[in-house]
């Protein structure tokens, strides 16, 4: 059985990397031929061979099913006025609140995901209210980068069918409270958490503290997120599965030791059955709290399993409790593979069963659990550290020691606090694990500055085979022969061939961070970082392309002007990476390295290849006529970067030299405005390309249709990031080439929402 839940796994993953579907019955009537094999001898590959179809063609029917779902095109962008109720928490982020809506309309997707820009004290959304909204709605719509996470993917796994902004106006409260059962269970995480935020109003750690009791996260600040990634404490700081297995097991303890103080009760039910199914429960309530997140959804059913098991009078493997909880979550959700979490949960505790299969023996004393929790750690860290360098391209050096000292506060300690003090009403449970937090937090900050991560590039795909056999052979007895060169397999997946780039050569990604700007230009020994989007989306995307690029490092970081959307993610690229020059306009509202600002004539030269400011002068008054505008020369093609430079600004230019606007390759100024690629402007760069730097049906009609055939008419291709995603080129002697990541990194969902486009 276990192998074949495997191959059915293996099925679901392989429909999530296509980047089409076709019908599902080839597959599932081909599934079901196999499973009638006749010849005995090949009826085991005949099983394994049926999972593997099965599983791919019960994705595929999930999700064509979940695609019809989604908004028609002939609704998007129209003004609609919409009733309907709030059916989950509403998050906090720091630009407003997110939360998602169910609108009453058959016509429409059963779940929009709707943000509200303005501050949460200015409108309280709660669950359970009924509104009625004036709304433009969008398809599901994200951008794409390399080494970023996909939003469309997270959207569809959510069954989100649409998005949509709230205006300032057109919104109307037809009633506070409708009682439906989701209403009353998100309403009480509401309440449980503004109890929480009530009680320890300006403390470092009251939003995980909220975290760690209802399982919302939006609130936790950045700079705490990042000591939990850098310290390898993510999956603490959300009801993760370890926090619902010690709940479940506290409760199934204590319901057990009540139930034997009665013998009635102990004569109609054993006690351990009693303290199963009490674990059942305690572990399906907390799921609930946290919104039934997939740490938590493995852990319930692995509890659920174990405990049917129990009470059925049976005794099954944790192997296969495993292979059951994996079977369960993925034919609910077989989007959950997309999810780092989902890997980083059950992998990590397969790593678990499987190092201590067989050491769990009946030796007692604390010199035995200490060698017990200690081979835990080594357990837990090998098994996570393949996908850590994989996903998030980061390891956390300081994981093991930060783990062995924080589970045992947290999830001991703190969690159980949390849940206390969300219904105790003096709220001293919850200053005191507050407290407990933050104490062991400053150790791992104090930690975290003297053992940084571990940064590489992205390793390929290929890599993960020879580091999970690495994995499974470090974690078997030390008695295996040569268990010592196991280390070498990790080389590969831990130190990536990157590719090289030769002298004269180089390499730009013009990324996709919606209505913004930012460029990266790599030489073969130097880095340059032109513009950084906007402090939304450019703080997203920026970091993780630099991070599957391998750039730890920024030559020159250049600013082109001070708005929002070019320099607004500049703080967090700095806190990211390391910046020796700052060029340009300067970072707002952070202390920065000297910088001195563009001016034209200013001139470098990195491995063969030429950099050159091509304006402003200095004497400009407007801050977009100041854009620095920067031209990248190979022997084989230039790429002309003018920022949000205008028509004057054009002229200026030509005024100057015409000749040094010459580029195979341009960014459109201004993201295609109308006021700006004048027709002279046009024709003296010749590009063969023009990217549109545009976010999806921005209110600004950019790039401007009129503009767009004017590049056509001079001979070039338009791409742009709405509709191409971020755009990677080649620049060197023998020419230029370019790649749109949308097409490169194409998905199933990417291709309907590239259809109604065109």
């Not at 002298?503 to 970082?529: F, K, M, P, W």
């Not at 082109?560 to 700095?574: F, I, R």
């Not at 003018?642 to 201004?670: F, N, S, W, Y």
Request: proline share 7%; glycine share 8%; charged share 15%.
């Amino acid at each position: 059985m276990q192998p074949a839940i495997i191959a059915f796994a293996l099925g679901i993953c392989l429909l999530q990397r296509s980047a089409t579907l076709g019908p599902s019955w080839p597959w599932l009537l081909a599934a079901a031929v196999l499973l009638c094999c006749p010849v005995r001898s090949l009826r085991p590959g005949a099983l394994l061979l049926a999972a593997l179809l099965g599983g791919l063609g019960y994705a595929n029917w999930r999700a064509e099913g979940r695609l019809a779902t989604r908004l028609d095109p002939a609704w998007e962008n129209r003004p609609l006025n919409l009733s309907g109720s709030v059916i989950s928490l509403v998050e906090r982020r720091e630009y407003g609140q997110r939360f998602r809506f169910a609108p009453d309309d058959p016509r429409l997707p059963a779940r929009l995901l709707l943000t509200d820009y303005r501050p949460s004290d200015s409108q309280p959304w709660a669950p359970g209210q009924r509104w009625l909204l004036s709304l433009r709605l969008r398809r599901p719509h994200g951008s794409q980068n390399p080494g970023a996470a996909d939003y469309e993917a997270w959207l569809l796994g959510e069954n989100l069918g649409a998005t949509a902004n709230v205006g300032q106006k057109g919104r109307q409260l037809l009633a506070a409270w409708t009682p439906t059962p989701t209403h009353w269970l998100h309403r009480l995480r509401s309440a449980l958490a503004e109890h929480i935020r009530h009680a320890l109003a300006g403390r470092r750690y009251a939003e995980v503290m909220v975290a760690l009791a209802v399982g919302d996260q939006s609130g936790i600040a950045t700079a705490d997120w990042t000591l939990f990634r850098r310290s390898g404490l993510t999956h603490l700081v959300s009801i993760s599965g370890l926090h619902v297995t010690l709940i479940a097991g506290l409760a199934g303890a204590l319901a057990a030791r009540l139930w034997r103080c009665s013998a009635a009760l102990a004569g109609l039910l054993p006690a351990r059955r009693a303290g199963a199914f009490a674990a059942v429960v305690a572990a399906a309530g907390y799921a609930a709290l946290a919104g039934f997140a997939v740490p938590c959804q493995r852990t319930l059913y692995m509890v659920s399993v174990a405990a049917l098991a129990l009470l059925s009078g049976r005794r099954l493997a944790a192997s296969t409790i495993w292979c059951l909880a994996l079977l369960v979550v993925l034919l609910l959700d077989p989007w959950a593979v997309l999810s780092a979490g989902f890997w980083l949960s059950f992998l990590t505790v397969a790593a678990l069963v499987f190092a201590l299969n067989g050491r769990a023996s009946g030796q007692r004393g604390w010199r035995h659990r200490l060698m017990q929790w200690g081979w835990s750690q080594w357990a837990a860290t090998l098994g996570s550290l393949p996908l850590l360098a994989l996903w998030f391209r980061e390891l956390p050096i300081l994981s093991p020691l930060a783990n062995a000292l924080a589970i045992p506060v947290v999830s001991v300690v703190v969690t159980p606090l949390a849940l206390l003090g969300s219904v105790e009403p003096s709220g001293s449970a919850l200053r005191l694990g507050h407290e407990a937090l933050a104490l062991c937090l400053s150790l791992v900050e104090f930690l975290a500055r003297h053992l940084p991560p571990w940064r590489q590039t992205a390793p390929p795909l290929w890599t993960l085979l020879p580091a999970s056999l690495a994995v499974l052979a470090l974690l078997l007895p030390r008695g295996l022969p040569g268990r010592v060169l196991a280390p070498l397999a990790l080389l590969p997946l831990l130190s990536p061939p990157r590719p090289l780039l030769a002298a004269g050569q180089a390499e730009a990604i013009v990324l996709d961070v919606d209505q913004g700007l930012s460029v990266l230009v790599r030489t073969a020994n130097h880095a340059l970082l032109f513009d950084t989007g906007t402090a939304g989306q450019g703080a997203r995307a920026v970091p993780a392309v630099l991070g599957a690029a391998g750039v730890t490092r920024l030559d020159l970081l250049l600013l082109s002007h001070d708005d929002a959307d070019h320099l607004g993610a500049a703080a967090t690229v700095l806190d990211t990476v390391t910046v020796g020059r700052l060029l340009g306009a300067a970072p707002r509202g952070r202390p920065t390295p000297a910088h001195q600002p563009c001016r034209r004539g200013q001139r470098w030269q990195w491995d063969g290849v030429e950099f050159a400011i091509l304006h402003p002068r200095g004497d400009e008054t407007d801050d977009n006529a100041a854009s620095c505008v920067l031209r990248v020369a190979t022997a084989g093609g230039r790429l002309l970067i003018p920022a949000d430079i205008g028509r004057a600004e054009e002229a200026r230019l030509l005024a100057d030299d015409p000749a040094a606007l010459k580029a195979e390759v341009v960014v459109m100024p201004h993201h295609g405005s109308a006021a700006s690629s004048s027709p002279d402007f046009v024709a003296a760069v010749g590009a063969r390309l023009a990217i549109a730097p545009s976010g999806y049906l921005n209110r600004f009609r950019h790039p401007r249709p009129e503009v767009v055939a004017r590049y056509r008419a001079g001979g070039a291709t338009v791409w742009r990031s709405d509709r191409d995603g971020a755009v990677l080129l080649q620049l060197g002697r023998q020419g230029w080439q370019a790649q749109r990541w949308r097409e490169q990194a194409r998905r199933y969902w990417h291709a309907q929402e590239e259809a109604a486009q065109q």
